[in-house]
Each structure stands twice: as structure tokens, then as C-alpha cells.
């Protein structure tokens, strides 16, 4: 099992920038992707960036490619999301989750592991 806490969120100024923080623990080598996704009340959650620990490829959604950068640590046991020129449509609930996936950007169900979020707000 996999246990993933996130940090960074809060309130920041439109143009201002964020970085996120998921550190996994547990059994950290069971997983070839780690990801994001992004939620806002009323919608399906979004998944908007991904990077896979083997090959170290990365995939973003439209929405945020060019602005935000996945990176792993080296033990591949730290996801981070640096967030660039946010804009207020990226305020929402931001998660961490990892598993396995044959997909670029996989989807929220395909993750076996997942954080319980942390607030970003764009003013």
C-alpha cells in the first residue's frame, strides 16, 4: 500500500505562482506513474499532468501545458507541481495519485493511490 499526503496550496495572486508537494510512502516502488489532477465543485475532476517513473516522460492537459512542470525527486517517493502565471480558472482542489498506467494522462479511477488534496485559490 501507498500512502500519499500533499502540500503547497493557498491563496495566491493571478500571474503568481505555487509549487506543489506529494511525498508517497509505503511501498513506493509499485507504481509507474505519479500524477496530478485538479477538481472544482460541480465538475469531474481533471487530471493535468503526469510523469512516469520509468522512462520519465511527462503529459500535460491543454489547460496547463506551458505554465506547469511535473517533476519527481530522484527516489521517485516526491511528486512536485510547479504551477507558473496561474490564472483565476486554476483555483480548485488539487490531487496527488499514483499507480499504474498504460495511458499518457490517466484517469482518476486508474490510480490506486490517492491524496486527499490541497486547496489552490487564484485571486
Known amino acids: 500500500h501507498v500512502q500519499l499526503v500533499e502540500s503547497g496550496g493557498g491563496l495566491v495572486q493571478s500571474g503568481g505562482s505555487l509549487r506543489l508537494s506529494c511525498v508517497a510512502s509505503g511501498r513506493t516502488d509499485s507504481y509507474n506513474v505519479m500524477g496530478w489532477f485538479r477538481q472544482v465543485p460541480g465538475k469531474e475532476r481533471e487530471g493535468i499532468a503526469a510523469r512516469y517513473t520509468g522512462d520519465d516522460s511527462q503529459y500535460y492537459a491543454a489547460s496547463v501545458k506551458g505554465r506547469f512542470t511535473i517533476s519527481l525527486n530522484s527516489a521517485k517517493n516526491t511528486a512536485y507541481l510547479q504551477m507558473n502565471n496561474l490564472k483565476p480558472e486554476d483555483t480548485a482542489m488539487y490531487y496527488c495519485?499514483?499507480?499504474?498506467?498504460?495511458?499518457?494522462?490517466?484517469?482518476?479511477?486508474?490510480?490506486?493511490?490517492r491524496g486527499q488534496g490541497t486547496q489552490v485559490t487564484v485571486s
Open positions: 495519485a499514483a499507480g499504474n498506467s498504460d495511458f499518457h494522462l490517466p484517469a482518476w479511477y486508474e490510480l490506486d493511490y
